[in-house]
């Protein structure tokens, strides 16, 4: 999300008619629906959170605890279980997939 000046982009009437709401404040004109992006889709978050999830799970399976997993990505034990919960299913997932 970038900052534009309104007195760049905007017709002077309507930069007037929006300071008789709000004068000398920031404004967010959120995106139109068409356009957005899904959370993610623009930086490697959502691919670095998929790998270290899948590293957790694995880490779980050869034998690590859940509180070990929690100190080692500082993360709650509570998140721990959830993202070893969500792996379980997304391989039950794929493994129903692959015998269709």
Known sequence: MGYKKAAQVLPEELLVKIQEYIDGEFLYI??????????GASTSTREEL??????????????????ALAE???????S?????????????????????
Do not use: C, D, H
Not at 50 to 67: C, D, H, K, P, Q
């Open 50 to 67: 998929r790998s270290r999830n899948s590293r957790i799970y694995t880490e779980y399976l050869t034998g690590l605890s859940v509180a």
């Open 80 to 100: 721990i279980q959830r993202i070893i919960r969500q792996q379980k299913i997304n391989v039950q997932n794929e493994a129903a997939q692959e015998n269709e």
């Open 30 to 39: 959120p995106r139109v629906s068409e356009k957005k992006k899904g959370w």
């Open 72 to 78: 080692k990505y500082f993360l709650s034990q509570k």
